[in-house]
């Protein structure tokens, strides 16, 4: 009976706490509730993407040819510089969210508000790099054609170099005209009307022997699939409509699916960062008016690091998936 008691007493220590189980607050526990139901939301995106990665592997897009760009630095080929300075950043703040919870439990007021003022910064420069990515990803840099089928077309030279658009095709003076729900039958429309159209690539191509094109396979080398000048021709005859940058519908990079979950998962990440950016700036301010000091407990730092630290975490994964794998 007595070895019953004491066992019945340990338990109550461990799992006891009335309103504070396992000495944890309320608060913390909701937090932690809520990581781990967000942690599985992410998982299964990213698993969604990685089924849709392997299955479509040979059309999927190389990351090393799509994140290219570095600001300040235009024409200057440089994959995955910035992407990796993004990290670092964010990185960087969850380690400037740790000494803020840390200044926090030691109760020194300016050393949290200082602490979680670089933890907002960092916050802002990656939400705002993540939509200066977005726009190169949306707008494009070289441009494709796409074929009947729906196949991709990219252009190169002899020496498998990429080339743009805008360096081969042909002004025919074509006077073309948007198709708007007021004009089409059935109320049919499209998006914006590309720079060129199938024509003038068709007739660029014509003028300029030294061009290749290559189609969005991918061998066993890890390069994509070059024609001959003979297959180019007859391959570029079946176009038919001309793809500039990526998004819902085509994507000039690749598999259309490579950009859906793009723009979804990266999407949902930045919301989450940028809704940290926000609870962020209430606690700073709260912090600078002395809130937390009068409570004698900077918890609330602690859980919104919980957070913030959740976040960082979930972009490792992100940033392994999409770009490092």
Do not use: C
Request: proline letters at 2%; glycine letters at 8%; aromatic letters at 16%.
């Amino acid at each position: 009976m007595g070895a019953t008691v004491t066992t019945a007493n340990n338990d109550e220590k461990t799992w006891g706490g009335a309103n504070e189980p396992m000495g944890a607050s309320y608060g913390k526990l909701m937090m932690w509730f809520f990581i781990v139901s967000d942690a599985l939301t992410f998982s299964g995106f990213l698993a969604a993407y990685g089924f849709s990665r392997f299955k479509f592997i040979e059309t999927w897009p190389l990351a090393d040819e799509v994140f290219t760009h570095f600001p300040f630095l235009h024409g200057v080929s440089a994959p995955m510089y910035y992407v990796a300075l993004m990290t670092f950043i964010l990185i960087f703040s969850s380690v400037t969210m740790v000494l803020a919870v840390d200044a926090g439990h030691q109760m020194k007021k300016d050393k949290v508000a200082l602490y979680m003022f670089l933890t907002i910064i960092g916050g802002l420069i990656f939400v705002g790099s993540q939509a200066w990515e977005w726009k190169n990803f949306i707008k494009g840099e070289y441009g494709a054609v796409e074929t009947t089928g729906g196949s991709l077309l990219q252009f190169v030279d002899k020496d498998g170099k990429r080339v743009a658009l805008a360096d081969f095709a042909t002004d025919l003076h074509e006077e073309r005209e948007q198709l708007t729900r007021s004009q089409a039958k059935w109320f049919m429309s499209e998006p914006a009307l590309p720079t060129y159209s199938v024509a003038e690539i068709q007739a660029g191509f014509k003028a300029h022997p030294e061009l290749l094109v290559r189609t969005e396979t991918i061998t066993k080398d890890k390069q994509k699939q070059v024609l001959s000048r003979a297959e180019s021709e007859a391959r570029l005859a079946d176009a038919k409509i001309v793809v500039e940058g990526a998004n819902l519908h085509h994507n000039e990079y690749g598999s259309k699916l490579f950009a859906d979950f793009f723009f979804f998962i990266t999407g949902f990440h930045g919301f989450h960062v940028f809704s940290g950016v926000v609870i962020n700036i209430i606690i700073f301010f709260n912090v600078l008016l002395g809130t937390y000091e009068k409570r004698r407990s900077y918890e609330m730092v602690e859980k919104v690091g919980l957070y913030w630290h959740f976040v960082d975490l979930v972009w490792v994964f992100v940033f392994t998936v999409f770009y490092l794998v």
